[in-house]
C-alpha cells in the first residue's frame, strides 16, 4: 500500500487522539473531608501527608491546630484514608462527596467577557484568561492618562505576565498586589480585578481617593500557564506547567529565594509543593522577582493572594532584629481583618507563630520582605474556610471581593496611621505646609 493511502486509511484517528489527549480531568466520586486537627499528633500526621503522600489532595496551605483540614481523594483511595483517620482517631466529616458535580455546575458562572465594555464584566463569575487581559487591556485603553499595562515577563510556554498599574503621577509610593500564583484559586483572580475595578471604575469614592494617593501595580495572574490549564484541562490544577522528568509544573510560591526548601516545600516533582530544581529556577519567578525589584524601593504595601483559609498571614512570625516591625504588621491587619469583618460577619485569623503552625517558605511574601525589604508585606488567604475550598460558588464571589477591598482600604489607613505609608497627595501637602513655614519664618 502507498505511504499516502496508507495516512489516509487513518486519517479519521486523528481527531479521535486529539480528543483523547485533550480531554478534561475528570473528579467523579472524587471525595472531600474534613478532618479536625486536634493534637500535635494529628498535625504531624496531616503534614506528613501532605509531603509525602501524593495519591491525596490536600487543599490547605496551612494547617493549623484546632482548624479543619480538607483532603480531596480519588473514590478508590478513600478505604484507606479512612483506616488512617480510624487508626489515630481523627474526628473527620464528608464535605463532599463528588466533587465534578461542583465543577459542572462552576462551569455556569465561567462568564464571556465582551471587548471594548469595562463595564459588563461581572463579578460574580469567572473567567478565563484570555477575557481577564482583554478586559485588563480596554480598561488601560479606556483611562490612557491613569493607567498602564505593565508585562513582568513571560511564562514558561510564552504567555505574558501582565498587570495593570495605576498612577496619577509621579512621586507616590506603590501598592503591589500580586494573585493567581496557585492556578486553582480562582477567586484570587478575580478578586484582583475587582480591586482594579473599584479604583478606576466604580463610585467607590474612598477606593478613588486610595488610587489618587499610590500607584497601583496589580498583577491578577501570576501563573498564566497553570491558569489556563486549570480551565482547560484540569480545574485542580496548582503549579506552573513546565514539564520536570515524567511531571509537571513547580509550585510556584515556593520557589522564591528565601529560605528555599527549608520546610513546607518538597523535592519530589510529584508534590503539589516540589519547589523546583533550585531557587528561582523557574521564568515565572525570575521575571516576577526581577519587576518587584526594578520598584522595590518604591513598595511601601505588598500582597500576595490566595485562597482558601481566610487569613492575614505575616511573614517571620518566629524572627525578631531585623523584622521588628512584626507586631506593627499584625496590628494594622489586625485592625484591617476587623473592619473586612463589618460588612458580612466573615471572620479571618491574622497569622503569628502561635496560630499559624505549618510553615511553608521560597514564598512570593518572604523574599519581598527579606530582599526588598518592603516594610509591611502579607499574605491574604480569601474565603472560604473549607466548605467548597477552590471552588468557592457565584454567591461567594462577590461577598468576598467586596469585603476584601474593605480590608485593603482600612490595611491601608491603619498604615498610614501607624507610620508606614505615605501617600503621594499627602506628601504634596506636608511639602507645602513646610514651605508656608518657611517663608513665615523670614516675615
Ligand atoms: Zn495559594
Not at 464528608?94 to 466533587?99: D, K
Not at 472560604?384 to 460558588?393: A, E, V
Not at 462577590?398 to 505615605?422: C, H, K, S, T, W
Request: aromatic share 14%; glycine share 6%.
Amino acid at each position: 500500500m502507498p505511504v499516502t493511502l496508507f495516512i489516509k486509511k487513518f486519517l479519521f484517528l486523528i481527531p479521535l487522539i486529539a480528543l483523547v489527549l485533550c480531554e478534561k480531568t475528570r473528579f467523579d466520586n472524587y471525595v472531600l473531608y474534613k478532618v479536625l486537627v486536634e493534637n500535635d499528633q494529628h498535625y504531624r500526621i496531616l503534614v506528613d501527608l501532605k509531603n509525602n503522600n501524593f495519591k491525596y489532595d490536600i487543599w490547605n496551605d496551612h494547617i493549623s491546630l484546632g482548624r479543619y483540614v480538607d483532603i480531596m481523594s480519588s473514590p478508590e483511595d478513600k478505604a484507606e484514608l479512612e483506616k488512617l483517620f480510624q487508626k489515630y482517631e481523627l474526628k473527620y466529616e464528608i464535605a463532599n462527596e463528588n466533587i465534578q458535580e461542583v465543577i459542572d455546575k462552576e462551569n455556569a458562572i465561567i462568564k464571556t467577557y465582551t471587548r471594548s465594555n469595562i463595564r459588563s464584566m461581572e463579578w460574580n463569575a469567572y473567567y478565563t484568561l484570555d477575557h481577564i487581559y482583554g478586559w485588563l487591556d480596554d480598561v488601560a485603553a479606556a483611562y490612557p492618562n491613569v493607567a498602564s499595562i505593565v508585562i513582568a515577563g513571560k511564562s514558561y510556554e510564552g504567555r505574558d505576565i501582565k498587570g495593570l498599574k495605576i498612577s496619577h503621577g509621579p512621586g507616590r509610593r506603590v501598592i503591589f498586589i500580586e494573585s493567581g500564583i496557585h492556578a486553582r484559586e480562582w477567586i484570587s483572580m478575580t478578586s484582583a480585578c475587582y480591586v482594579i475595578n473599584e479604583l478606576l471604575i466604580s463610585n467607590n469614592t474612598q477606593a478613588h481617593a486610595a488610587a489618587q494617593d499610590y500607584d497601583w501595580y496589580i498583577f491578577p495572574v501570576t501563573n498564566p500557564d497553570g491558569y489556563v490549564y486549570s480551565h482547560e484541562q484540569n480545574r485542580l490544577w496548582r503549579k506552573s506547567r513546565r514539564p520536570i522528568g515524567n511531571n509537571f509544573g513547580v509550585d510556584l510560591n515556593r520557589n522564591w529565594n528565601s529560605n528555599w526548601l527549608v520546610v513546607g516545600a518538597s523535592t519530589n516533582p510529584q508534590s503539589l509543593t516540589y519547589a523546583g530544581p533550585g531557587p528561582f529556577s523557574e521564568p515565572e519567578t525570575r521575571a516576577l522577582s526581577n519587576f518587584i525589584r526594578s520598584i522595590g524601593d518604591k513598595i511601601d504595601l505588598y500582597l500576595s493572594v490566595h485562597s482558601f483559609g481566610q487569613y492575614l498571614l505575616v511573614p517571620f512570625g518566629n524572627s525578631t532584629g531585623a523584622y521588628a516591625n512584626y507586631y506593627d504588621a499584625v496590628n494594622i491587619g489586625r485592625r484591617a481583618m476587623g473592619a473586612l469583618a463589618v460588612r458580612y460577619g466573615t471572620l479571618y485569623q491574622t497569622g503569628n507563630i502561635a496560630e499559624v503552625l505549618y510553615l511553608a517558605t521560597g514564598g512570593s511574601d518572604e523574599w519581598v520582605k527579606e530582599h526588598v525589604r518592603v516594610p509591611l508585606v502579607y499574605c491574604v488567604e480569601l474565603r472560604d474556610r473549607g466548605l467548597n475550598g477552590f471552588l468557592l460558588p457565584e454567591d461567594e464571589i462577590l461577598p468576598n471581593n467586596q469585603e476584601y477591598m474593605d480590608g485593603v482600604l482600612e490595611l491601608i489607613y491603619q498604615a498610614e496611621r501607624f507610620g508606614y505609608m505615605n501617600s503621594g497627595s499627602r506628601i504634596h501637602i506636608s511639602m507645602f505646609i513646610l514651605l508656608i513655614t518657611f517663608f513665615i519664618s523670614f516675615l
